[in-house]
């Protein structure tokens, strides 16, 4: 395979040339487990770890390779492993905020041109979700692309469709039925050579019909793929780095599918999706649901038809909601800190040296 189509192109080549070492050539992480990470390279398929200078530089865990990651590595063909050196910067990144003593960032899938975001045009479309998924797409800084998947199930797909559109300006937005294999050709201009695209939705929304309606006639490939492992029992994997017979690239890691499940946003709406429905109806729409005319929650409230108690518990947990995210926000002051604190001290150090050389 070549290396364009693993989606390597002059943005990595730049970074690559830059580290000027001619053992090292460039790879594509296409899994990680346990440490152990399968790449792509020009030579073929093969099993990586990270050297111990690499771990040792690498302090946080958002340092560590993760799927979809270019990284530079240290062959050894003969028993097709290799040693990954460094990690080349990332076009953009999917990634989960976790928090606890300190909030670290896991990396769930780099390196993405494009993002689908995907919903269904069933009883559960909403417009809210798709916002939500909006705001983790753009965070990426992939391109989002929006997917009104199940047109079959709807009655007015071209006003959905216009709805959408204008709720969301120069955003594509794309109606398909996946089961019924209409409109699906809208997405063969994003499968070309080296692109790589993920699809983002909730469970059910049809995401594995679509990536596997791309795959055509190779479509088990989507599907769990039976290995051996080194004791000869059969164990099942997934693959986590589809190529599409096209030329695209889709990444379908289990930590994406469960993206919007760590989205803390995603949560309250599980839990409190009978509130989030109401807020919706309030007149404002920055409503704080405590003074406002045309509040429906209070209505709601003053009616009997929601219970004061688990609106309290939704403000709560809307509260710690922001208290992490504030808590986000340290760290990134932290580390620019840290850097800022670098800069001045070695300017510091250049202004000693260019002192006593008398260039002062
Ligand atoms: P995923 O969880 O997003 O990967 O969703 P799946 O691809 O597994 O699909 C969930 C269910 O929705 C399956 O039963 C599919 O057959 C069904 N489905 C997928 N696409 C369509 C569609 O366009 N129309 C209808 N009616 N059902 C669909
Ligand atoms: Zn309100």
Redesign the pocket.
């Known amino acids: 395979m070549q290396i364009e189509e693993l989606g390597w192109n002059s943005f990595f080549q730049d970074h690559f040339v830059k580290l000027e070492n001619q053992n090292l050539i460039p790879a594509r992480v296409a899994r990680e487990d346990k440490n152990l990470y399968l790449i792509y390279t020009e030579k073929g398929e093969m099993i990586a770890t990270v050297s111990g200078r690499f771990r040792y530089n690498a302090i946080d865990y958002g340092n560590f390779p993760a799927v979809g990651d270019w990284v530079a590595v240290k062959t050894r063909e003969e028993e097709g492993k290799a040693t990954i050196h460094s990690l080349l910067p990332r076009k953009s990144k999917f990634s989960r905020k976790v928090a606890g003593f300190k909030t670290e960032e896991q990396v769930l899938a780099s390196n993405i041109d494009t993002v689908f975001l ?1 919903s ?1 045009l ?1 009883e559960n479309f909403n417009l809210r979700r798709i916002e939500r998924h909006m705001t983790i797409a753009w965070d990426s800084g992939a391109t989002p692309v929006i997917i009104l ?5 709807c009655d007015d797909v071209d006003s959905k469709v216009e709805m959408v559109g204008a709720s969301f300006l120069g955003v594509t937005v794309l109606a ?5 294999n ?1 409109g699906l050709t809208q997405l063969q201009v994003y499968m070309t050579h080296g692109n790589t695209s993920v ?1 983002l ?12 309606g791309l795959l055509g006639d190779d479509r088990f490939k989507t599907g769990e793929v039976r290995e051996s492992d080194s004791k000869g029992r059969h164990t099942t994997t997934h693959r986590e780095m589809i190529f599409i017979p096209t030329g695209g690239i889709v990444i379908d890691t289990p930590g994406m ?1 469960e993206l919007q499940l760590w989205t803390v946003d995603e949560g309250i709406e599980n839990i409190f999706g009978d509130i989030e429905d109401l807020t919706s109806a309030c007149r404002f729409s920055d409503c704080s649901h405590i003074h406002e005319p045309g509040c429906a929650i209070q209505e709601a409230i003053d009616c009997g038809r929601l219970n004061i108690k688990r609106f309290n518990s939704y403000l709560r947990l809307q509260e710690e909601t922001k208290k992490l995210t504030l808590r986000q926000d340290d760290k990134a002051f932290l580390r620019d800190k840290k850097k800022r604190n670098k800069q001045i001290s070695m300017m510091s150090k250049k202004l000693k040296k260019m002192d006593k050389n008398g260039y002062l």
């Open positions: 995907v269904g069933d998947n199940k047109t079959d199930l398909m039925s996946a089961v019924k209409e699809f939705g909730s469970s059910g929304v049809g995401k594995s019909t679509i990536i596997n599918r």
